[in-house]
């Protein structure tokens, strides 16, 4: 949508400038380039002045903010276009048309959150993050208002803390939460073993558990150096309700879900597979 606005306004600009200034229609794209990069190059300064009034010192809100979460939805948009993704959805009317869940999914690179916060567009979805991206330029602003939650893998006693705290923003239907229960990302584009606190979550909140698979994000950047097109499929491989894992303890929910992971991705994304071959 970004993007296309930028262009729409770029062609109207260079036929405007050209009509104006008497010039040949042959300077038309050489004044559609310049006034795309300067209107691309004023987009992404706005971004950057939004994102200049976050404080990340500051203690971070108990709401989610629409603003901030409308304005990177947009920019997401405009990036899974500008790298050249198509997201393919399956399963997706099995999602819950209301009230709050947890998303798990496997996690294979960095552009994994993004494809999910989109495709789950609408439904004020925020993740649990690794510490270090409170590092990441401008992303890290966006997590801090979209009630992220960074956790460090290290130290049991936060993650805890980071557990109790989503617990919190469900019940009080501030935001669903998504995981990726592996805790990493994969370097091997298998499924390796889930830490199961992680459902905890949805145990304690009582709330739905979506679970989702994704595909080829990791071939993205490679792609995109060869001007190829990734196609990345996302399936919702189906929706625990409470009462399907009632009474379960977090490690078989845990190999529940790993199953039905493994079910959608197939037994190669098993690493015992490779292991046994």
Known sequence: MLLKGIAAGSVILSVILCLCLGWSLWWLPLVFLGWYVVLFLLAFAYLCIVCGRVNLNEPQAEHDDPFYRRVMDVYIEALISLVRVKIHKEGFEKAPKDGRFLLVCNHLFVADPGILLNVFRGQQLGFITK??????????????????????REDDRQALKVILKCIQLIRNDEVSVGVFPEGYTSKDGKLHHFRSGVFKIAQKAKVPIVVCTIQNTRDIFRNLAHFKRTHVPVHLVGVLQPEDYQGMSTVDLGNKVYEMMIGDLGEDFRPEAAENT
Do not use: A
Request: glycine share 0%.
């Open 131 to 152: 510490k270090e991206n409170m590092n990441l330029f401008i992303i890290n602003k966006f997590q801090h208002k979209i009630l992220c939650q960074p956790i460090d």
